[in-house]
């Protein structure tokens, strides 16, 4: 069974750049939900995608957005990167979100953004 | 008010003791409680869920859970060194997502 996959692990922009992150879930799993989490704090949910629709998002701008494929890959932009935006963006994917599972999130590696 | 609140620690202990962790929530709709251990630049590794009131346990791992306090805690008995990570609460609400609590920061001393 394979796991999360995310790329690229590690990039670096400049202020003002456009950023595109990929995801591939858990084998079985149809939802994906993509993080932001800053040096020192939590996970912040940025948004959720379900049967390739975005089914919940978090207290993002915009600028964030994101698509989810026919195979439960996922994308994750970033237009107009600000500083603030350097953070270990994380991809989880978990089974079928509508059939009652408790919740439970499996997390890839993360890509690390970091924006000069 | 933040919506899932931890001790940000830092927290130590010796090796053999209890570790003590403990997180707060604020939606009284939530209905599922997850503790993720995190290493220095790694991704989030689920250890536990529990959605009943009452203790669950899964080796040296206990977690606990007061839904009318809104409370709900990880122990860590025997601790070791290799539990030396950060321990993040995360909670299921009324909304679909899991929200995350800041991490408490734990040091198991040799």
């Known amino acids: 069974e394979t796991g999360v996959t995310q790329s690229p692990t590690h990039l670096i922009k400049t202020r003002g750049q456009q950023v595109t992150l990929r995801c591939s879930s858990q084998?079985?799993?149809?939802?994906v939900s993509w993080y932001q989490q800053a040096l020192g704090q939590g996970p912040q949910f940025i948004f959720q995608?379900?049967?390739?629709?975005?089914?919940g998002r978090g207290n993002f701008p915009p600028r964030f957005s994101g698509l989810q494929f026919p195979n439960y890959s996922s994308e994750l932009n970033v237009n107009a990167l600000e500083l603030d935006d350097s953070a270990l963006y994380l991809c989880?994917?978990?089974?079928?979100?509508?059939?009652?599972?408790?919740?439970?999130?499996?997390f890839g590696e993360g890509s690390r953004l970091t924006v000069l | 008010q933040k919506e899932v609140e931890q001790n940000s620690g830092p927290l130590s202990v010796p090796e053999g003791a209890i570790a003590s962790l403990n997180c707060t929530y604020s939606?009284?709709?939530?209905?599922?409680f997850f503790w993720y251990r995190q290493y220095s630049g790694k991704s989030p590794e689920l250890i536990m869920f529990?959605?009943?009131?009452g203790d669950k346990e899964d080796g040296r791992f206990t977690a606990q859970l007061n839904k009318a306090s809104q409370y709900v805690s990880l122990l860590i008995r025997d601790s070791q060194p290799s539990d030396s990570a950060t321990y993040l609460c995360?909670?299921?609400?009324?909304?679909?997502?899991?929200?995350f609590g800041s991490g408490t920061q734990l040091t198991v001393l040799p």
């Open positions: 989880a994917s978990s089974p079928d979100w509508a059939s009652g599972n408790t919740g439970e999130l499996f």
């Open positions: 084998s079985g799993h149809n939802t």
């Open positions: 995608y379900y049967r390739e629709e975005e089914n």
């Open positions: 939606d009284r709709g939530s209905q599922s």
């Open positions: 529990i959605y009943s009131n």
């Open positions: 995360a909670v299921k609400g009324s909304a679909r997502q899991l929200t």
